[in-house]
C-alpha cells in the first residue's frame, strides 16, 4: 500500500485542491496521511471534512516535542503511516486519477523509483516538464550530481519511495528549513547499494503548483535562504569527499547570482571557507565560479547593478557549460 504524506501549515487556498486529487483516486488501497504543523487557518477544518468522510484521511498534530517545521511533519507522518511505500507531497501539489495505480505496478523491489512531473502557476493542464529534456536512467551518482550541482531532475513529488530505505537513510532532515529535497536525494542516491529506476513512460503523475510564496521576492526571504544554503552545504562539507564535494559549486554559482543583493563580505568568506580555496583543491572548481568569487572580493565588494549583471553573465556562462558537458 502507498502511503501518501502531506504536511500542511496555513494552506487552506490549495489544500482542497490536493486533497480531491488523492480522493479520485483509480485504486482504493492507500492512505493518506496529514500533519498539521500550527495552521491558524481553516486548513485543518479541510483535513477533517475529507477524515470524516473518508477513514483513508488520517490527521496528526505536530508533536510539540519534535521542531516546527515541514521536515518534522513528514517524518512524523511517515512514523504514523502504515504503507510500505511513501509518496510525499506539498499540500498545494496535484496528482493525477491515476498516479498511485501506475506507481504501484511498476514499484517491485526498487528504493526509488522516479516518475514524471510537470509544473504550472493556473491551471495544471498547461503545465510543463518539470526538467526539460532530462537525461533518463543514467547511474544514481549522475543525479546525484545533478542535486548538488543545484540543477534539480526532480520535484519532491516524483519519488516513490520504500519506507524501509527512507527510514534506512535517516528521512528528511529537520534542522534544514530549505534545501530538504535536495539533502534526501543527495544521500539516497549516495548510498552504495541502492535499488534505482526512472518511468516517464506513464506521462504526468504529479503536478507541482509554482506558488505565490516561491514567487514573491523580498530581502528578508533572500536573506534566510542564503542562510540555508550555508547550513546545507556545511553539512554536505562534513558529509561528502572533497572530489564529491567539488559538485556543490553549481549552488554557489546560483547563490552569488540569485542573492547578489544580500551576499557581503562575510558570505564570501564562507564560500572559500567551505570549498578550500587554496592550493591544489581550487584548480577541481570552474574558471566561471572562481571568476566570481575573485570578482566580489577584489572591486567589485558590494550589491550594486554591474555585479548583479556581472554575475548573471557568469551563471548564463556556468549553465551553458554544464548542459554542453564541458
Not at 498539521?36 to 484521511?57: C, H, M, P, W
Not at 511498476?106 to 526539460?132: C, Q
Not at 566561471?288 to 556581472?310: D, G, I, Q, V, W
Request: charge should be positive; charged fraction near 30%.
Amino acid at each position: 500500500m502507498i502511503s501518501v504524506i502531506i504536511p500542511f501549515y496555513n494552506n487552506a487556498d490549495f489544500l482542497r485542491e490536493t486533497l480531491l486529487s488523492v480522493a479520485g483516486q483509480t485504486i482504493s488501497d492507500w492512505e493518506c496521511v496529514l500533519v498539521d504543523d500550527g495552521s491558524t487557518d481553516n486548513s485543518l477544518q479541510i483535513v477533517k471534512e475529507f477524515a470524516e468522510k473518508d477513514s483513508r484521511f488520517k490527521w496528526f498534530y505536530r508533536p510539540e516535542s519534535l521542531p516546527k517545521g515541514a521536515n518534522s511533519c513528514r517524518n512524523f507522518g511517515v512514523k504514523k503511516c502504515k504503507g510500505s511505500h511513501l509518496l510525499f507531497l506539498d499540500a498545494d501539489d496535484i496528482i493525477s486519477t491515476k498516479c498511485l495505480e501506475l506507481r504501484e505496478n511498476r514499484m517491485k523491489d526498487e528504493d526509488l523509483i522516479v516518475f514524471s512531473t510537470a509544473h504550472f502557476s493556473g491551471n495544471k493542464e498547461d503545465g510543463t516538464d518539470f526538467f526539460p529534456g532530462l537525461k533518463l536512467n543514467f547511474s544514481p551518482i549522475y543525479y546525484r550530481n545533478m542535486f548538488l550541482d543545484y540543477s534539480i531532475p526532480w520535484h519532491g513529488s516524483s519519488g516513490l519511495w520504500s519506507k524501509v530505505f527512507f527510514e534506512r537513510i535517516g528521512g528528511f532532515d529537520p534542522g534544514l528549513l530549505r534545501f530538504q529535497d535536495v539533502d534526501l536525494h543527495v544521500r539516497a542516491l549516495n548510498e552504495k547499494e541502492i535499488s534505482f529506476k526512472m518511468d516517464y513512460s506513464t506521462g504526468y503523475t504529479s503536478f507541482y503548483r509554482k506558488s505565490l510564496y516561491h514567487q514573491k521576492v523580498t530581502l528578508e526571504k533572500r536573506r534566510f535562504i542564503l542562510n540555508q544554503a550555508f547550513i546545507y552545504a556545511s553539512k554536505m562539507k562534513k558529509e561528502l569527499d572533497h572530489k564529491d564535494f567539488v559538485w556543490i559549486e553549481g549552488l554557489f554559482v546560483y547563490i552569488l547570482f540569485r542573492f547578489e543583493e544580500v551576499f557581503s563580505t562575510s558570505d564570501l568568506q564562507k564560500v572559500n571557507d567551505l570549498c578550500d580555496l587554496i592550493g591544489e583543491k581550487k584548480n577541481a572548481f570552474s574558471k566561471e565560479f572562481l571568476s566570481m568569487l575573485k570578482m566580489y572580493e577584489s572591486f567589485l565588494t558590494r550589491p550594486n547593478r554591474l555585479r548583479k549583471y556581472a554575475s548573471y553573465f557568469f551563471y548564463r556562462k556556468y549553465v551553458w557549460k554544464k548542459s554542453k558537458g564541458i
